[in-house]
């Protein structure tokens, strides 16, 4: 678990669109601090500080100690809102928690090694799950949760229920698969193609069996029908 992000705040006066924008121009993101049952409050942080601030973070579920003039918050970012060109970070849902009580969180799933199926039989890993649902106290929130993958040979699988982690209750299902191995891909060959019909051209005629051969016989039958009528002229 990464340590508490420090990070200053404002209140935003103006609220929608209009006043998104207008934090935004000024240099800000804006953003909306809820939870605890209050209601919730329009707020603003400096992009650099932002930034400053997230730099070092790993992982998700990044916890601050948002001071909001004078007024302090422990906070999860549940969410953040990015755009899809310049990736910068257009708003932000802060969620006021306690460190005392446990929260429901997603964490990402790691796979760690390579698998035998892959290394000595061409397999390929297909991971089907990324992220798991946990719950537990925001200090034990971890950065990530690997899942040893190396054993897996061709058509074996991780499970959640595979999952080893201190601290932290597993909420997804826990027959739910992780991750596969799958036999690699086999192209098949080619299939010859028939020859396409010349346009304008004429089809050439199927032989019939037999048919020379009676021709044969008739030619054979005249010449035999030929040889008394010159053997009496002579």
Do not use: W
Not at 23 to 39: D, I, K, S
Request: with cysteine.
């Amino acid at each position: 678990m990464s340590n508490v992000i420090q990070l200053n705040g404002t209140r935003r006066q103006r609220l929608g669109k209009g006043g998104a924008r207008k934090a935004r121009a000024a240099g800000q993101v804006p953003g909306v601090l809820y939870g605890h049952g209050e209601t919730p409050l329009a707020v603003a942080v400096a992009t650099r500080d932002l930034q400053v601030a997230m730099r070092h973070h790993k992982g998700g579920n990044a916890i601050v100690n948002l001071n909001v003039e004078g007024s302090e918050y422990t906070a999860l970012v549940r969410e953040a809102q990015y755009d899809p060109v310049s990736h910068a970070v257009l708003h932000l849902d802060f969620q006021h928690i306690s460190l005392t009580e446990t929260i429901q969180v997603e964490v990402e799933v790691k796979p760690v090694g390579v698998p035998v199926g892959v290394r000595e039989a061409g397999g390929i890993l297909e991971i089907i799950v990324r992220t798991v649902e946990v719950r537990c106290l925001p200090t034990a929130i971890p950065d990530e949760i690997p899942v040893d993958v190396a054993h897996l040979q061709i058509g074996d699988s991780v499970h959640v229920r595979d999952i080893k982690v201190e601290g932290v209750t597993i909420v997804t299902d826990l027959d739910a698969t992780l991750a596969t191995v799958v036999p690699p891909i086999v192209e098949e060959a080619p299939v010859a193609a028939e020859a396409a019909p010349v346009e304008g051209a004429t089809p050439s005629e199927p032989e019939v069996v037999g048919a020379k051969g009676k021709k044969e016989d008739e030619v054979a039958g005249e010449k035999e029908k030929k040889a008394p009528a010159e053997k009496d002229k002579k």
